[in-house]
């Protein structure tokens, strides 16, 4: 039996016991039909799309080699359309903005962070170490809706 499975601690907290796995992402759209366009334009698979009554639709999509999709449509989701934000981790920062730019999507230049001053703050260029995890560039959806492109290319432990 493992150590997950006897339900031990780990400082004083009790381990979780059942994998749970982030699925799905809810993107709060405006325009289905518009928004269906753009994320198909970015070569995500198209999983689903239901519509059970004018006042509800869902559409599902996944972007290449995620297991986690988005979805929207109409009834369902109340927050406000471009309010929401994710991260896509690439393992080449350089070629997935080169294919975004190519598919039509204006991408923000390679930024990375620094906290010098207690505060976040975005800084032109990769990160100066080369690390995993510090090097990003971002675009936004046609409702506003931002996705942040994070360069991972060696995992910390355990992930």
């Known amino acids: 039996m493992s150590t997950q499975e006897q339900g031990a601690t780990q400082g004083g907290v009790k381990a979780p016991t059942v994998d749970m796995k982030i699925e799905v992402h809810i993107i709060p759209v405006a325009d289905v039909d518009r928004a269906l366009r753009f994320y198909k334009s970015l070569g995500w698979r198209l999983d689903a799309d239901f519509e059970a009554s004018p006042e509800f639709r869902i559409v ?29 981790v690439v393992f080449d920062l350089d070629k997935a903005r080169t294919d975004l730019a190519g598919r039509g999507v204006e ?53």
């Open 60 to 88: 599902q999509l996944t972007p290449p080699g995620s297991e986690c999709s988005i979805i929207f449509g109409r009834g369902v989701i109340s927050a406000a359309p471009g309010s929401a934000e994710a991260y896509l």
């Open 107 to 159: 991408v923000s230049n390679i930024f990375h962070k620094v906290y010098d001053t207690g505060a976040e703050v975005q800084v032109d260029g990769r990160d100066p170490d080369g690390r995993s995890y510090a090097s990003y560039a971002s675009f936004k959806d046609p409702d506003g809706n931002g996705w942040v492109l994070q360069e991972v290319q060696e995992r910390l432990p355990g992930r």
